[in-house]
């Protein structure tokens, strides 16, 4: 059964901590992704990899940080540098052929207090 | 700098009705993409358009693509209870794959 998977489905920090959200996919594609979405907005690009031990930073790269040293795994650590960590937390994995589209897993809500 | 507007952000459609949704964009783009998302879940893929004049149905929903206006609509028909939701597109420009979403436009389908 292929597909994203993100865990945890929730997650809770105090403010200081750094804190690590996983993103597993089975679909082998190449390209990863990580976005924030905020109440009422609409997804922003943290940070991607299109292949393994590569990465690029996307919009709102500041106080995140990824590796990629699996093509299966892209791991997203919400360090304590973010002002505003509270967020739900999308991760993405797109096809290399055909369509190119971005299949979604089913996201973590980090609240931070 | 790519930006995605969508309009309106918020539509309170009645049962039965028609509805016409839209999304501009600012610069040339290769693709556009049609996401929904129900509150708290995460987004699924409705569309995918690739090319000027683009035009894809599935349901109740119909997507179309004007690449020289910048423009895709969303046509809703005759709306039922369970197209309520968040549709989000979103627009792919230049190599590196990147997507740049609009805020969205929450649709709500009263009896």
């Known amino acids: 059964d292929g597909g994203i998977t993100q865990s945890p489905k929730y997650l809770f920090r105090k403010e200081g901590q750094n804190v690590t959200l996983s993103c597993e996919q089975n679909?082998?594609?190449?390209?990863m992704y990580w976005y924030r979405q905020d109440p009422g907005q609409g997804l922003r690009l943290i940070y991607y990899s299109q292949i393994v031990n590569d990465f690029q930073k996307g919009d709102i790269a500041e106080g995140y940080s990824v590796s990629r040293e699996k093509k299966e795994s892209f791991p997203l650590t919400v360090t304590s540098a973010q002002k505003n960590p509270t967020a739900f937390y999308l991760c993405a994995s797109r096809t290399g052929t055909g369509l190119y589209e971005q299949y979604f897993g089913p996201g973590t809500r980090l609240t931070v207090t | 700098e790519l930006k995605v507007e969508q309009n309106p952000l918020f539509l309170s459609m009645q049962e039965g009705k028609n509805y016409t949704i839209y999304c501009n964009y600012s610069t040339t783009s290769d693709r556009l993409y049609w996401y929904r998302q129900d509150p708290g879940k995460s987004l699924e893929s409705l569309f995918v358009?690739?090319?000027?004049?683009a035009v894809k149905q599935e349901g109740r929903l119909m997507a179309s693509l004007d690449t020289k206006a910048r423009l895709s609509t969303l046509h809703i028909t005759a709306a039922v209870h369970d197209l309520s939701a968040t549709y989000f597109c979103?627009?792919?420009?230049?190599?590196?794959?990147?997507?740049?979403f609009g805020k969205g436009i929450t649709l709500s389908v009263r009896p």
């Open positions: 358009l690739l090319s000027n004049g």
């Open positions: 679909l082998n594609h190449d390209a």
């Open positions: 979103a627009v792919e420009a230049g190599a590196n794959s990147k997507l740049t």
